[in-house]
């Protein structure tokens, strides 16, 4: 059975920045893409960003392209999400996410595998 469990968020001031972590167990890590995810206040979920199973590939929303930066470590089974100059519109429950399927870049529709999520509210 998959887990996700993420950790690292918090309350920051804008401009400032705070790395979340999500520890994965379950099956094999290195095997699969992995996401992160977004629900702010009164919003639907949204995409934030992905990363392929070795890194190679990443996929960022506009929103925060250039401000966000997806990485992971296989030998840890963590995925990560930097998030520098984070903006009052970035306050949302930040969910990790896994798919079943083996392709390279999932299908945003495709993640099947959820964690808790973890508060992140940035003040203005």
């Known amino acids: 059975q998959v887990q996700l469990v993420e950790s690292g968020g918090g309350l920051v001031q804008a401009g400032g920045s705070l790395r979340l972590s999500c520890a994965a167990s379950g099956r094999t890590f290195s095997r699969y893409a992995m996401g992160w995810f977004r629900q702010g206040p009164g919003k639907e979920r949204e995409f934030v960003a992905a990363i392929s199973r070795n890194g190679g590939y990443t996929d960022y929303a506009d929103s925060v392209k250039g401000r966000f930066t997806i990485s992971r470590d296989n030998a840890k089974n963590t995925v990560y999400l930097q998030m520098n100059g984070l903006k009052p519109e970035d306050t949302a429950v930040y969910y990790c996410?896994?798919?079943?399927?083996?392709?390279?870049?999932?299908?945003?529709?495709?993640?099947?595998?959820w964690g808790q999520g973890t508060q992140v509210t940035v003040s203005s």
């Open positions: 996410a896994a798919p079943d399927t083996l392709a390279t870049m999932p299908m945003r529709h495709e993640y099947d595998y």
